[in-house]
Nanobody, 116 residues
Framework: QVQVVESGGGLVQAGESLRLSCATSISIANTNVMGWYRQAPGKQRNFVAVQFTNHSTTNYADSVKGRFTNFRDTTKNMVYLQMNNLQPEDTAVYYC?????????WGQGTQVTVSS
């Protein structure tokens, strides 16, 4: 089985930071892509950040550029999303995502709530 488990969400005030963690049951090197999506109340699930495994750079949604940083520890099969200067519009359930052998896998989601 392929498992993706994210954690680290919480309640913060605007301007504060959180770091999300994503643990995978497979080697990141064997995935096609890993990244993060989020779904705000009443909204579709939207792209936040993705990194193709064979690339060193991450693609970010415009709304989080300069504030969020995605990075990975391939030795530990961990991916992280450092979220700085959080704003109320960042409030959402955040999901870790990967594609492995052409199939999509999602974590269970972790809630991030940012108060004004």
């Amino acid at each position: 089985q392929v498992q993706v488990v994210e954690s680290g969400g919480g309640l913060v005030q605007a301007g504060e930071s959180l770091r999300l963690s994503c643990a995978t049951s497979i080697s990141i090197a064997n995935t096609n892509v890993m990244g993060w999506y989020r779904q705000a109340p009443g909204k579709q699930r939207n792209f936040v950040a993705v990194q193709f495994t064979n690339h060193s750079t991450t693609n970010y949604a415009d709304s989080v550029k300069g504030r969020f940083t995605n990075f990975r520890d391939t030795t530990k099969n961990m991916v992280y999303l450092q979220m700085n200067n959080l704003q109320p519009e960042d409030t959402a359930v955040y999901y870790c995502y990967t594609n492995f052998n052409g199939r999509d896998y999602w974590g269970q989601g972790t809630q991030v709530t940012v108060s004004s």
